[in-house]
């Protein structure tokens, strides 16, 4: 027992540590460098990129690290590269890790939701401030455990660089217990320091999962809490006002009334005809002109002819898998097409003057400033941010307001869809009607003048339908927007809408005032469907 003691306060071994942790640290943060840029090779729209990085996968992940020592330290001197052994190790093990990191990174970024991606596109967002601000905060997260298991490896991995004759634990072990001959006791003292420093990298890894879970209460809340227990004469567990508004998972989901309706959108469409001549004199807001889209052989969209009008509501109807969505998505430029022209605002979005189509980080500062927005049927709320930040955080990246005016901005919006109090919940703990409303509040914050609504009620409860439509019919009464929806709603595209668009494989098969295509339309496909509609 002394002899093991003494061991594991032995200079000549704590030395060793120094060495095994500095192998480490070089490894992993070069295989951090490098498995960033392979990662980013990896997922770029370039071909050879990714075929370069998936190559140096290949060679490095299948030789042994001992091999990559070896040639670090003996072979590169051949091309005049020369490198201390520990040098040599450290970077050999830079190579080794950097394609696991890569891998870690590129399946965690891949696994943030596509819609959330969308939505920042449909935001003006370009393609870094949505690697930014969306993809790589939730990746982080997600992987912070992989990461963590990689350090471990690294820290053992490490002890391969003896063949190098780095002077690291594992080498001093050795050379300890051949010359003392006392095997158990050296090596019983070797793994116990390995074990203590691969419990720090797990205890590391424990503070970082906790600082970055989302579910973590803010600091104020915490010191709240904390003062709540110390206080005498209370049980720590009652609840005061402040915990009813507080963000949990447990928290009940409550019913949100919206604040009442102002006068004007009361009044509901009084005089239709009134209206449809005031909206024809009207700038078009949307222009689509003989568009054709295909999804390899299949033709989605076949030859659509669309006007709306500033302030005019289009509902889009039709069976599933008539092209409703695509549309929409081809009229924010989500999705490219073969043949036909889309203005917004006047603009082809996605082109330049001499129609050459424009990279996405152009496409996206002129989605912005032509003011389009968008609300998806799944929400796609960013799901590492609150609701507030969820509608201010794009008003600061996009538009560059301020955060007080974003955040305040933000509130107003919220109040006005019913949720001033849910502020700052997360996505997952609202409901998916309350997510919806949020995401319309997003959408039309920045003042779009085109509102584009794909199926914003299909993902819902039935019980949840009402205060989304309702949310929306406010908007398309007080705000004005020419608004595109698509829906199955029959009810409330006649109450809401001055215009249905019914569709049917890919074309307009006939288009009409609301009341007039509900009540008596006049192709059989639109009559089928209604009555089946209707039947459900
Ligand atoms: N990314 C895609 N790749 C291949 N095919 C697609 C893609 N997106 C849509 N489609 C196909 O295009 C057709 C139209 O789809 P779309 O989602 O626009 O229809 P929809 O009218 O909105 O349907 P729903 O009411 O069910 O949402 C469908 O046949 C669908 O399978």
């Known amino acids: 027992m002394d002899l093991f003691l003494h061991y594991l306060s032995m200079p000549y071994l704590l030395d060793g540590v120094g060495y095994t942790?500095?192998?480490?640290?070089?490894?992993?943060?070069?295989?951090?460098?490098?498995?960033?840029?392979?990662?980013?090779?990896q997922l770029s729209r370039f071909r050879a990129l990714s075929v370069v990085a998936r190559g140096y996968s290949i060679i490095f992940r299948g030789t042994p690290l001992i091999l990559q020592m070896v040639f670090c330290y003996n072979a590169l001197p051949l091309i005049g590269i020369k490198l201390s052994a520990i040098a040599a190790a450290g970077l050999a093990l830079a190579l080794n890790e950097a394609p696991f990191i890569a891998e870690i990174l590129r399946s965690n970024v891949l696994g943030v939701e596509r819609g959330q991606v969308s939505a920042g596109q449909a935001l003006g967002m370009t393609p870094a401030a949505i690697m930014r601000r969306v993809i790589a905060p939730q990746a982080i997260r997600s992987m912070v455990p992989a990461l963590g298991n990689e350090a471990v490896s690294a820290l053992k991995n490490s002890s391969l660089a003896s063949v190098v004759a780095v002077q690291e634990l594992t080498l001093r072990s050795t050379q300890l217990a051949s010359a003392t001959f006392d095997f158990f006791s050296v090596f019983f003292a070797s793994g116990l320091i390995y074990l203590v420093l691969t419990g720090a990298i797990a205890v590391?890894?424990?503070?970082?999962?906790?600082?970055?879970?989302?579910?973590?209460?803010?600091?104020?809340?915490?010191?709240?809490?904390?003062?709540?227990?110390?206080?005498?004469?209370?049980?720590?567990?009652?609840?005061?006002?402040?915990?009813?508004?507080?963000?949990?998972?447990?928290?009940?989901?409550?019913?949100?009334?919206?604040?009442?309706?102002?006068?004007?959108?009361?009044?509901?469409?009084?005089?239709?005809?009134?209206?449809?001549?005031?909206?024809?004199?009207n700038n078009v807001a949307v222009e689509v002109k003989e568009l054709r889209k295909s999804y390899g052989r299949q033709t989605v969209l076949d030859?659509?002819?669309?006007?709306?009008?500033?302030?005019?509501?289009?509902?889009?109807?039709?069976?599933?898998?008539?092209?409703?969505?695509?549309?929409?998505?081809?009229?924010?430029?989500?999705?490219?097409?073969?043949?036909?022209?889309?203005?917004?605002?006047?603009?082809?979005?996605?082109?330049?003057?001499?129609?050459?189509?424009?990279?996405?980080?152009?496409?996206?500062?002129?989605?912005?400033?032509?003011?389009?927005?968008?609300?998806?049927?799944?929400?796609?709320?960013?799901?590492?941010?609150?609701?507030?930040?969820?509608?201010?955080?794009?008003?600061?990246?996009?538009?560059?307001?301020?955060?007080?005016?974003?955040?305040?901005?933000?509130?107003?919006?919220?109040?006005?869809?019913?949720?001033?109090?849910?502020?700052d919940a997360l996505p997952r703990h609202l409901s998916g009607?309350?997510?919806?409303?949020?995401?319309?509040?997003?959408?039309?914050?920045?003042?779009?003048?085109?509102?584009?609504?794909?199926?914003?009620?299909?993902?819902?409860?039935?019980?949840?339908?009402?205060?989304v439509l309702e949310v929306i019919r406010r908007l398309a009464i007080e705000d004005g927007l020419a608004m595109v929806i698509s829906t199955h709603q029959l009810r409330f595209a006649g109450e809401v809408a001055d215009r249905i668009v019914f569709l049917a494989g890919g074309s307009i098969v006939e288009e009409g005032p609301a009341e007039r295509m509900l009540t008596q339309p006049r192709h059989p496909l639109t009559a089928r469907f209604l009555s089946t509609m209707t039947a459900e």
């Open 204 to 281: 590391i890894q424990i503070v970082v999962e906790t600082l970055l879970d989302l579910d973590r209460p803010p600091p104020r809340e915490q010191f709240r809490r904390a003062l709540r227990v110390l206080r005498p004469g209370r049980p720590a567990s009652a609840p005061d006002a402040a915990d009813k508004t507080a963000d949990g998972p447990l928290e009940e989901i409550s019913a949100d009334p919206l604040p009442p309706a102002s006068p004007k959108s009361a009044l509901a469409r009084p005089d239709r005809d009134a209206r449809a001549r005031r909206l024809a004199g």
């Open 433 to 467: 009607g309350q997510q919806q409303r949020v995401a319309i509040a997003r959408a039309v914050a920045p003042g779009p003048s085109v509102l584009l609504l794909d199926e914003p009620t299909s993902a819902l409860d039935p019980e949840l339908v009402g205060e």
């Open 303 to 423: 030859g659509i002819e669309l006007d709306v009008r500033a302030g005019e509501v289009v509902a889009l109807l039709g069976p599933s898998g008539s092209g409703k969505s695509t549309l929409l998505r081809c009229i924010n430029r989500l999705e490219g097409w073969e043949d036909g022209t889309i203005r917004v605002g006047g603009r082809f979005l996605g082109n330049d003057e001499g129609g050459r189509a424009l990279s996405p980080r152009a496409t996206a500062q002129m989605r912005a400033s032509v003011g389009v927005g968008m609300v998806f049927q799944q929400f796609n709320l960013f799901g590492h941010l609150t609701a507030r930040e969820n509608i201010a955080g794009p008003l600061r990246w996009v538009q560059g307001l301020s955060r007080l005016d974003a955040d305040r901005r933000a509130q107003e919006l919220l109040e006005r869809v019913g949720l001033a109090h849910r502020a």
């Open 21 to 41: 942790l500095l192998i480490t640290v070089l490894g992993l943060a070069g295989g951090l460098v490098m498995g960033v840029v392979l990662a980013a090779m």
